[in-house]
């Protein structure tokens, strides 16, 4: 939110911004924008002209946690066994992922072509802070040449869509990110 803004059009983004953290923490990506509206006390369309789309703001919720994981990477770039890095940051953007409702929408894919105006600045953040770990462990050779992180993404969302209204999401999701990571032969 710009800082030139007036001080009225600053409180209304931060009093949504608020309200839908709430209101995505309890119904997910899919919270109704006119109900995120009504509890901030302002119109629809003060809610639309600052947050465009759906996207932007399951961005603008999700922006601390993602600054969270893009901190979590840096820790862990150079620590120890690359793959193990790579894969226990992975496994804290599954759990922040079931532990956050929305936020796997966030860094879903949508398909449409690069786009610098309407960019995924969720996704975005996470490929530039997950490069670093998967980058080293493709040279120690842990991890397949030609895998991106955004092809890790897309596997982790998947997962915790896929889980999202399971008994327990948070151990099915960790159950299925490890048997990703494992492969289905058996270890001989």
């Known amino acids: 939110m710009p800082d030139r803004q007036r001080a ?3 409180r209304n983004y931060a009093r949504i911004l608020a309200v839908a953290e709430e209101e995505v923490a309890a119904y997910g990506a899919g919270a109704s924008l006119e109900q995120i509206a009504r509890i901030a006390g302002v119109g ?4 639309r002209r600052h947050f465009p789309t759906r996207r932007a ?3 603008a919720v999700s922006h601390q946690r993602i600054e969270a994981l893009a901190t979590r990477a840096r820790e862990l770039t150079g620590k120890g066994d690359s793959r193990d890095a790579l894969l226990e940051w992975l496994s804290d953007v599954v759990a922040y992922c079931v532990a956050a409702r929305g936020l796997a929408a966030a860094l879903a894919y949508d398909g449409a072509e690069p786009d610098p105006v309407h960019e995924n600045t ?3 953040r996470m490929t530039e802070a997950g490069n670093p770990l998967l980058q080293r462990a493709v040279q120690d050779g842990t991890v397949a040449e030609g895998v991106t992180v955004a092809d890790l993404i897309a596997l982790i969302v998947g997962i915790v869509l ?10 099915r999701a960790d159950r299925l990110f490890r048997l990703a990571v494992a492969g289905l032969s058996p270890r001989g």
Not at 44 to 47: D, E, F, I, N
């Open 8 to 10: 009225d059009a600053r």
């Open 44 to 47: 629809s369309a003060t809610v």
């Open 57 to 59: 703001l399951l961005e």
């Open 122 to 124: 969720c996704s975005a």
């Open 162 to 171: 896929a889980t999202e209204h399971h008994t327990d999401p948070a151990a």
